[in-house]
C-alpha cells in the first residue's frame, strides 16, 4: 500500500469559524455511517477481492492512500483502489512539461480529460466509481461519512475560500450532492457551491434521498471520466 508523510492536523485553521451542525443531527448521520458500511463491506466483499487482485497484477499494490482533510482539520489516509500506473507522479509532471494545455487544465481543475497515468483497468473503476470502495472502511473508522463533500487535499481547500468553513464541519462523503449532480460535468466553483448548500441544510432525510440516488447517477456514468 502506497503511503505519504504522517500530517495530522492542517495549520493555521480558525475553528472559531468552523460550523457546528446540531450534535443530535451528527449523532444520527454517525449510526447510519456505522450501521450502512458494515452492511455494505459484507455485501461487496467479494467483488473487493477480485477488484483487489486485478490491479496487483501488475506487481504494484492493490491499494493507494492519499492524505485529505476531515472534519475539523483533521488529516487522515484516504483509501481508493489503485486506478494509476507505478510511478504516477513522475509521469504526471513529465507529461505536463511537454503539454501547455493539459497543465492549465490541471491547474484549473486538479483533473485532466485524458490522464496519462490512469491503467485501462483504472479507467472502468473510475467510470464506475468502484475505486472508492476502500472507502467504506474510512467510514466504518470514522474518517469519511457515507454522504458529505468530496474530500480534498490541503492544497484544494484553499480553493473553497469562505465555504472551507462548511467544508470542515463535516466528515467528507463516499458520496455526496457532486455525486448525483454530474460528477466531472461540475466546474469547481459548482462543486464547492453544491457542498456549501449541502452543510447549510444538513439533515439525515437528505442524506437517505443522496444514498437512493447515487446508484442511478453511477449507472448512468452522467459526467465519468
Same mark, same amino acid.
Given at each position: 500500500?502506497?503511503?505519504?508523510?504522517?500530517?495530522?492536523?492542517?495549520?493555521?485553521?480558525?475553528?472559531?469559524?468552523?460550523?457546528?451542525?446540531?450534535?443530535?443531527? +451528527?449523532?444520527?448521520?454517525? @449510526? =447510519? /455511517?456505522?450501521?450502512?458500511? &458494515?452492511?455494505? #463491506? *459484507?455485501?461487496?466483499?467479494?467483488?473487493?477481492?477480485?477488484?483487489?487482485?486485478?490491479?496487483?497484477?501488475?506487481?504494484?499494490?492493490?491499494?493507494?492512500?492519499?492524505?485529505?482533510?476531515?472534519?475539523?482539520?483533521?488529516?487522515?489516509?484516504?483509501?481508493?483502489?489503485?486506478?494509476?500506473?507505478?510511478?504516477?507522479?513522475?509521469?504526471?509532471?513529465?507529461?505536463?512539461?511537454?503539454?501547455?494545455?493539459?497543465?492549465?487544465?490541471?491547474?484549473?481543475?486538479?483533473?485532466?480529460?485524458?490522464?496519462?497515468?490512469?491503467?485501462?483497468?483504472?479507467? +472502468?473503476?473510475?467510470?464506475? @466509481? =468502484? /475505486?472508492?470502495?476502500?472507502? &467504506?472502511?474510512? #467510514? *466504518?473508522?470514522?474518517?469519511?461519512?457515507?454522504?458529505?463533500?468530496?474530500?480534498?487535499?490541503?492544497?484544494?481547500?484553499?480553493?473553497?475560500?469562505?465555504?472551507?468553513?462548511?467544508?470542515?464541519?463535516?466528515?467528507?462523503?463516499?458520496?455526496?450532492?457532486?455525486?448525483?449532480?454530474?460528477?466531472?460535468?461540475?466546474?469547481?466553483?459548482?462543486?464547492?457551491?453544491?457542498?456549501?448548500?449541502?452543510?447549510?441544510?444538513?439533515?439525515?432525510?437528505?442524506?437517505?434521498?443522496?444514498?437512493?440516488?447515487?446508484?442511478?447517477?453511477?449507472?448512468?456514468?452522467?459526467?465519468?471520466?
Amino acid at each position: 500500500m502506497q503511503r505519504e508523510p504522517s500530517e495530522r492536523t492542517l495549520n493555521p485553521i480558525n475553528f472559531d469559524r468552523v460550523l457546528r451542525p446540531s450534535l443530535l443531527t +451528527l449523532s444520527a448521520k454517525r @449510526s =447510519l /455511517d456505522v450501521v450502512g458500511s &458494515l452492511i455494505l #463491506i *459484507l455485501l461487496v466483499s467479494p467483488l473487493f477481492a477480485m477488484i483487489a487482485l486485478i490491479v496487483s497484477l501488475d506487481g504494484g499494490p492493490a491499494l493507494f492512500r492519499h492524505k485529505r482533510i476531515g472534519r475539523n482539520g483533521e488529516m487522515f489516509n484516504c483509501l481508493k483502489f489503485r486506478t494509476m500506473i507505478l510511478g504516477a507522479e513522475a509521469c504526471l509532471h513529465e507529461y505536463l512539461d511537454h503539454h501547455p494545455d493539459a497543465k492549465a487544465e490541471w491547474q484549473n481543475n486538479q483533473k485532466l480529460d485524458f490522464d496519462p497515468r490512469i491503467t485501462p483497468v483504472g479507467r +472502468l473503476l473510475r467510470a464506475t @466509481s =468502484l /475505486d472508492e470502495l476502500p472507502q &467504506l472502511f474510512n #467510514i *466504518l473508522k470514522g474518517d469519511m461519512s457515507l454522504v458529505g463533500p468530496r474530500p480534498v487535499t490541503k492544497d484544494e481547500l484553499i480553493r473553497y475560500g469562505e465555504s472551507a468553513t462548511h467544508y470542515l464541519a463535516v466528515r467528507p462523503g463516499l458520496t455526496g450532492p457532486w455525486q448525483i449532480s454530474g460528477r466531472n460535468e461540475t466546474g469547481y466553483n459548482e462543486r464547492v457551491a453544491l457542498d456549501h448548500a449541502y452543510v447549510s441544510q444538513l439533515s439525515l432525510y437528505r442524506d437517505i434521498a443522496i444514498l437512493l440516488q447515487t446508484p442511478a447517477a453511477v449507472l448512468s456514468r452522467r459526467g465519468a471520466k
